[in-house]
């Protein structure tokens, strides 16, 4: 079964700062896309970005880019320029094949 | 277009009580999911639909717990004779199956507290 591991259950960063969240996933598939979910205090789970493991280059939604390194099996998220309402917990997210493998996620603090 | 809705947002009941929860998802989603996500845990898949056929079930998912999709439109999940450990909140999330990726958008989540 496939498996996705949060290591970093809380993280702090700085206003306008940078940071990356870290996440691992296990698979023996070849094809399959990764995802990133951001879940904001008592407000519902919005997708940040995905990945899809035949695609080579990084994705990347403005502020927020990956660092997808296949043969590791790690999927990283990098927030650029942080700011006050990126604040939420963030949970990286395997699809395994129609549903959704989250990791326990990382509370993110962004310090003005 | 609205987003994915659920009702109702809070529910406390009694242990041994029924409850019913209710998905309404994006118009021309055909697929839907539940999740269940316990304080401090991701979401962790209990089932899906797509349209009104259940494709696939956890082992999370007790004998306990139903799920119906009537009509391939909205879906309602039911615990019967709940217990203190079904307190969680309950995640819907729709999707549409045409064509990759089969991005997932959530609801808000129904937040169950067992007493």
């Known amino acids: 079964a496939q498996t996705v591991t949060q290591s970093q259950p809380e993280m702090s960063v700085q206003e306008a700062e940078t940071v990356t969240l870290s996440c691992t996933y296990d698979?023996?598939?070849?094809?399959?896309?990764l995802f990133w979910y951001k879940q904001p205090p008592s407000r519902q789970m919005i997708l940040v970005i995905r990945?899809?493991?035949?695609?080579?280059q990084n994705a990347t939604e403005n502020r927020f880019s990956v660092n997808f390194q296949k043969a590791a099996k790690s999927f990283s998220l990098k927030i650029s320029d942080s700011q006050l309402g990126d604040a939420a917990m963030y949970f990286c997210?395997?699809?395994?094949?129609?549903?959704?493998?989250f990791g326990k996620g990382t509370k993110l603090t962004v310090n003005p | 277009d609205t987003g994915v809705s659920q009702d109702p947002r809070h529910k406390i009941t009694k242990r041994g009580q029924n409850v019913t929860f209710r998905c309404d998802p994006i118009?021309?989603?055909?697929?839907l999911y539940w999740y269940r996500q316990t304080l401090g845990q991701g979401p962790e898949f209990l089932t899906y639909?797509?349209?009104?056929?259940?494709?696939?079930k956890s082992r999370l998912l007790s004998d306990r717990f139903s799920a119906e999709r009537p009509k391939g439109s909205f879906s309602t999940l039911e615990i019967q004779r709940t217990e203190q450990g079904d307190s969680a909140m309950y995640l819907c999330?729709?999707?549409?199956?045409?064509?990759?990726?089969?991005?997932?958008?959530f609801g808000p989540g129904t937040r169950l507290t067992v007493t």
């Open positions: 990945q899809e493991a035949y695609k080579q």
């Open positions: 698979t023996s598939e070849s094809d399959y896309y």
């Open positions: 997210a395997y699809r395994s094949p129609e549903k959704l493998v």
């Open positions: 999330a729709s999707s549409l199956a045409r064509d990759k990726p089969y991005e997932q958008y």
């Open positions: 118009s021309e989603h055909n697929r």
């Open positions: 639909f797509q349209n009104e056929a259940q494709l696939e």
